[in-house]
């Protein structure tokens, strides 16, 4: 009998150990798993995108030939006007014609990155040309594949904040119409249809979720 109650001690003092050195390491992830390009073609080249035909093998084994568009990516602003409600900012929206769409889209300002433009000066850059607005603080809030079955351009979604009014100056072939909606009233266009670019949708609704989560807490 005193044997099993001393085994029964050497093993909690075991356990107490364990507890102490704290949750086991986890291994980095791995890195992404990338298609064997065996050729590339450039079937089309215009000044937003170019089109390739590549022949290659997929990571699990499969041969497959796929028609690609490239870019050089995006960035999409939420800028957001704290000045009268923290829980319930003002966002600046636009409203312009979208011919693919064929009809017009409130959106967020965004736009094309240049050729070797790090995406927050990209960001700086599209919010000023399209608004006049320039923000004192910038939080990456997410980067997403909008269509990745034959579209290559990646959306970084910024959160721009400290918002300083001033002059837009849109490229030739942009017509913007800028309003500023408080974040309520752009969930309630979500809810009833009225807005319809994913980008959009992808960035309100994740910053909306964010911000009921600190509400929680």
Do not use: C
């Amino acid at each position: 009998m005193p044997k099993k109650q001393n085994n029964e001690k050497v093993t909690r003092k075991k356990k107490s150990k364990a507890n102490k050195a704290g949750p086991a390491r986890t291994k980095p992830s791995a890195a992404p798993e990338r298609a064997q390009i065996l050729s590339s073609v450039v079937t089309y080249k215009g000044p937003l995108f170019r089109v390739q035909h590549d022949t290659l093998i997929e990571p699990g084994g499969k041969r497959s030939e796929r028609d690609v568009i490239r870019h050089n990516g995006s960035v999409v602003i939420l800028a957001l006007d704290h000045s009268k409600s923290k829980k319930d900012p003002w966002v600046v929206v636009e409203r312009q014609y979208r011919h693919a769409a064929n009809q017009f889209l409130w959106e967020l300002p965004a736009g094309k990155l240049d050729e070797g433009e790090e995406p927050l000066a990209g960001a700086q850059r599209e919010l000023e040309e399209e608004t006049g607005y320039r923000a004192k603080r910038w939080k990456p809030l997410v980067e997403y594949y909008a269509s990745p079955g034959f579209l290559g351009e990646s959306m970084m979604v910024f959160l721009a904040e400290g918002l300083i009014s001033g002059d837009a100056h849109p490229e030739e072939d942009e017509e913007i119409e800028l309003r500023l909606v408080k974040l309520s009233e752009a969930l309630k266009m979500i809810d009833k249809g009225a807005i319809l670019d994913g980008k959009t949708l992808t960035s309100i609704l994740l910053y909306a979720r964010q911000l009921a989560k600190k509400g929680r807490k």
